[in-house]
């Protein structure tokens, strides 16, 4: 996985509380079977329009922001399904940092496992970087060494995440090689759980 | 005497491998559901590692969201559906799985064949890589549901990188009135404590109403936690569950020392929960849902609510673009709204309990002329078992399809979606925009009452119905 420690970039706002999983990443594009290529149907039925072509009043077909890559958005983002397939879409796009006031469980943690940093802001914050983009192409950086985003007009706030969530994005961990490592104590577990050993 | 632990608790307990410094603490998994959507890029990751699954016998699949309805004999048109489900077939050959393929007598949703084929247990851990994994609380199970990444780490190591989740009592006073089913009880809580009210914990169901629950209903109630935004849903074993396992396929072979074991899992009195929510059973009401998410929900009784006298101005921005999207105006009859398609089916109502409510209201009318509408069991043997009752006559001389197991058009993966703007009554468990079809428009309703609004062509209330048996 690839290592996560500061990134900058263009916020794209996405004004909308509840966005689940099959806006983000629709249904009909969960039939492949490899891990990449999701991002040109990522948000697609918001995206495009019935002929195919890129609906101009949806926020992310902007064109200054082509190229963003932290994606700011309302209350619960990400719930509804399991699917991976929808962080796979989004870092496919080309975000590296969801912000959002709350997120869906498992939504939150598979952005983990593919080197995406959610990052949980007070509503107030949030509707502050909501205002501050408005203007035009708005940038911030987010640095997870420090804990702490900020854009270069004054804004600055520390965020919390779990310590080993932190350090597996920094090091960019294998989960399983790292699980391995405990492999004694899983049988160990299964010995004295009465689970037949192989 | 020591501290009072709840179920979450006592199973949490039993299944920590280790808690290393600074980690996330590793949980044994008991039982792993696999199906076709969710699993092929984990066994591709195992192949890639040169990694083997460790515990093939606990770990069980099945091809069910993209599988045809229709006649099975022939080959599967769509051939991206027809590749994935080839490719689950090889990576349980390849990796030893347990696979119950398209042509078993036991294939179905991953969800309805679980309990019923008695792999599912009170005290286990069980994941699947799909979000109503939750449905196995139902049976004192902690059960939940992670993402392809989670699934390779599973296959590969048995165990899971968890924090506990925080704990949530719903308790549900008193009676349901006569009528009202668990899909309306679940319903009703989603409404009450939103769809992020549990958001990081896992919820116990607890109280008379819970308790007088069947073993099925239960499951209906557990399955929606995930729309309540919680990680899984779960209910204490007791006889009912007890009673439903015994003699399943998979029960243990020494059943009444299980029972003795399963026994100790119940929540003890006076013990800790993060949190507490009482509600009462006679406050419930037939709910239909207006909108697009599962906690925009109200009565039969009563009228599509008007953006304006929301609280907040997000939830009056959902609103307003759910009533947008969902073609309705405010204040509009719920009774009013017409229908054109019905689905009965999805791991929330598929099961025997199900389309024997569904076919008891359907018996003697006629599907409104209106309205297409189809019955899709939840698994092979729900299917034969209604066969043998004579439900699949009493729906099709009423006028409805009849098909073979699957998730069908709770998601519409394969052929049965919704058409733009067509309006279904449906008992499955999200009304996102587009879920059952790009611009189709989901109510979610229990299954009498999907049965109900198929015959009059709107909604109707179950209440009055005009049973004719
Ligand atoms: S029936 Fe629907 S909700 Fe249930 S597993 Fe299938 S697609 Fe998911």
Same mark, same amino acid.
């Given at each position: 996985?690839?290592?996560?420690? !500061?990134?900058?970039?263009v916020?794209?706002?996405?004004d909308?509380?509840?966005? +689940?999983?099959?806006?983000?990443i ?11 290529g ?7 039925d918001?995206r ?14 902007a ?6 890559? !932290?994606?700011?958005? $309302?209350r ?11 962080p ?23 952005c983990f496992q593919?080197?995406?940093?959610? !990052? ?21 950086t987010? +640095?997870?060494t ?8 004054g ?5 919390e995440?779990?310590?080993?969530? $932190?350090?597996?994005l920094?090091e ?18 299964? $010995? ?6 192989a | ?20 410094? =600074?980690?996330?603490?590793l ?13 092929p ?10 990694r083997?699954?460790r515990?093939p ?21 769509d ?7 080839d ?12 696979l ?7 294939q179905?949703?991953?969800?309805? @064949? ?9 005290g ?15 049976l004192?199970?902690l059960?939940?549901?992670i ?5 390779e ?6 165990t ?7 704990s ?5 006073d008193?009676?349901l009135a ?11 809580l @989603? ?15 607890t ?23 919680a ?20 029960a ?13 899992l ?30 925009q ?10 953006p ?14 759910a009533?947008d999207?969902? =073609?309705?105006?405010? =204040? ?13 089916g ?15 209201v ?9 309205v ?7 698994? =092979?043997r ?18 409805f ?14 052929p049965?979606?919704?058409s ?15 879920r ?12 009498s ?21």
């Amino acid at each position: 996985m690839e290592p996560f420690t !500061i990134h900058t970039g263009v916020v794209a706002a996405l004004d909308r509380a509840n966005v +689940d999983t099959d806006q983000i990443i629709p249904k009909q594009f969960l039939k492949r079977i490899e891990r990449t290529g999701f991002g040109e149907f990522l948000f697609f039925d918001w995206r495009f329009l019935p002929d195919g072509s890129p609906d101009p009043a949806f926020e992310l077909n902007a064109p200054e922001l082509a190229g963003a890559s !932290i994606l700011l958005a $309302r209350r619960n983002f990400g719930c509804g399904s399991s699917r991976e397939h929808a962080p796979w879409a989004l870092g496919d796009y080309g975000f590296r940092v969801v912000i959002a006031p709350t997120f869906a469980d498992i939504f939150y943690s598979n952005c983990f496992q593919n080197g995406i940093l959610p !990052i949980r802001l007070d509503e107030a914050d949030v509707d502050e970087l909501f205002r501050r983009s408005q203007a035009g192409p708005y940038r911030l950086t987010v +640095d997870l060494t420090t804990q702490t985003i900020r854009d270069d007009a004054g804004f600055s706030r520390p965020f919390e995440i779990d310590a080993f969530r $932190r350090r597996s994005l920094l090091e960019g961990l294998d989960a399983i090689g790292l699980t391995l490592q405990h492999e004694a104590a899983i049988d160990e577990w299964e $010995r004295s759980h009465g689970v037949a050993q192989a | 005497m020591s501290t009072p632990r709840s179920l979450l608790d006592k199973i949490w307990d039993q299944h920590v491998v280790c808690a290393p410094d =600074g980690e996330q603490p590793l949980i044994y998994i008991d039982l792993h559901l696999v199906h076709e959507v969710t699993s092929p890029q984990a066994f591709e990751g195992l192949r890639l590692a040169g990694r083997k699954v460790r515990r093939p016998e606990r770990t069980f699949a099945t091809p069910d969201h993209n599988v045809p309805t229709t006649d099975r004999r022939l080959p599967i048109a769509d051939p991206i559906s027809r590749q994935q489900i080839d490719t689950l077939r090889n990576n349980c050959r390849e990796f030893g799985v347990r696979l119950f393929d398209l042509d078993d007598a036991d294939q179905g949703i991953v969800h309805v @064949i679980g309990p019923e084929m008695g792999l599912t247990q009170p005290g286990m851990t069980i994941v699947c890589g799909d979000s109503h994994t939750a449905t196995h609380g139902a049976l004192g199970a902690l059960a939940f549901g992670i993402g392809t990444s989670e699934v390779e780490h599973v296959l590969a190591t048995q165990t899971l990188r968890q924090s506990k989740p925080k704990s949530l009592e719903l308790r549900v006073d008193g009676e349901l009135a006569p009528g009202i089913t668990a899909k309306d009880l679940v319903l009703y809580l @989603i409404g009450k404590i939103s769809t992020e009210g549990g958001t990081g914990s896992v919820i116990e169901y607890t109280g008379p109403v819970i308790r007088r629950l069947s073993m099925e209903q239960r499951m209906t109630v557990c399955n929606m936690s995930i729309e309540a935004g919680a990680r899984a849903g779960m209910i204490a074993p007791d006889a009912t569950t007890f009673d439903y396992l015994r003699g399943r396929d998979f029960a243990p072979k020494d059943f009444d020392a299980a029972v003795a074991r399963w026994k100790q899992l119940a929540s003890d009195p006076g013990c800790h929960y993060d949190r507490v929510e009482i509600f009462n059973g006679g406050d419930v009401v037939p709910q239909v849902t207006w909108g697009t998410n599962p906690a925009q929900v109200v009565g039969v009784d009563t009228t599509v609510p008007d953006p304006a006298s929301l609280e907040t101005a997000a939830d009056r921005d959902s609103a307003t673009r759910a009533l947008d999207y969902m =073609g309705l105006a405010a =204040g509009t009859k719920i009774v009013d709204i017409p229908l054109d398609r019905v689905f009965i089916g999805s791991c929330t109502n598929s099961r025997i309990e199900d389309l024997r409510e569904a076919a008891r209201v359907v018996r003697g009318h006629r599907v409104s002329s209106n309205v297409n509408a189809m019955v899709v069991p939840g698994s =092979g043997r729900v299917k034969r078992q209604a066969e043998a009752e004579g439900l699949d006559r009493i729906f099709v001389e009423a006028g409805f399809e009849w098909r073979e197991a699957g998730c069908s058009m709770c998601l519409g993966m394969n052929p049965d979606t919704l058409s733009v703007g067509e309006r279904c009554a449906s008992t499955s468990n999200r009304n996102f925009e587009g879920r059952q079809g790009k611009g189709g428009r989901t109510h979610l309703v229990s299954p009498s009452m999907a049965a109900a609004a198929a015959i009059t062509g709107h909604f109707t209330d179950i209440r009055g119905w005009n049973y004719q048996d």
